[in-house]
């Protein structure tokens, strides 16, 4: 059972990227689905989330309006749209799976560098 990340890269500033996160192993459609980044020398924290229909979404107010949380259960994927990237966005970005109110499935990071 695993989550596969993927998409990062580097970017310009007000540039986009497209984060993918592929389930193998199970199913996740009972679960709601995150994305943690976790920038230089600071602590992982929670970007973005997604109910497991889809039909709620959260977002850090730092990203609100520029980044778009999706999912396809049929697929077993979830998406992170990032739009309009600052550099003060640069980290590594990591999908989890939320299995309980305090227990996370992670899968392995992918990095996101904007340069100014």
């Known amino acids: 059972v695993q989550l596969q990340a993927s998409g990062g890269g580097l970017v310009q500033a007000g540039g986009s990227l497209r984060l993918s996160c592929a389930a193998s192993?199970?199913?996740?459609?009972?679960?709601?689905m995150d994305w943690f980044h976790q920038a230089p020398g600071k602590e992982r924290e929670l970007v973005a989330a997604i109910s497991r229909s889809g039909g709620t979404t959260y977002y850090a107010d730092s990203v609100k309006g520029r980044f778009t949380i999706s999912r396809d259960n049929a697929k077993n994927t979830v998406n992170l749209q990032m739009n309009s990237l600052k550099p003060e966005d640069t980290a590594v970005y990591y999908c989890?799976?939320?299995?309980?109110?305090?227990?996370?499935?992670w899968g392995q990071g992918t990095l996101v560098t904007v340069s100014s």
């Open positions: 989890a799976a939320q299995l309980s109110e305090e227990d996370y499935l």
């Open positions: 192993g199970r199913t996740f459609s009972t679960n709601n």
